[in-house]
């Protein structure tokens, strides 16, 4: 595991060989690394970089779980979807908080964007990495799509 800082405090970022397996809040201190990972992460938070090109492995979970993470690994960079519009899509319109709970058990947040999931509508409500870091992860994404459609001030 290596520590990548950044604006929403230290990540923790478990590797195997170049495949990301699992990304940690509030990582204590340790050692920096030269992994594609921690660039691509550094250029995420500098505003430098919108897709994440890094393999990831998604380890354990449920079925369903397992299916919430595909489905918001597919939502576009700078979007949001609430947690109803994921389980409706997943065939299932009752299991908004079920996909709030498998949201806050993804092993890679950050990188599966589970930040870009909200409440209905669009709350701010629930994040595994608290409400703050949700909230900055959000502005950060809003600010770099009005940049870049707008182009610089």
Known sequence: MFVVE?????LGVAVEGDVVVGVRFGAGPGPDASHPAAEQLRKYFA??????TVPVE???GSDFER?????IAKIPYGEMLTYGAIATALGDPG??????TACNHNPVPVIVPCHRVVGAGGKMVGFGGGIERKRKLLELEARVTLTRAWGEP
């Open 47 to 52: 505003g430098e970089m919108t897709d994440f």
């Open 58 to 60: 998604m380890r354990g």
């Open 67 to 71: 299916a919430v993470w595909a489905e």
């Open 6 to 10: 950044s604006p929403i405090g230290p």
């Open 95 to 100: 299991a908004a908080r079920a996909v709030g």
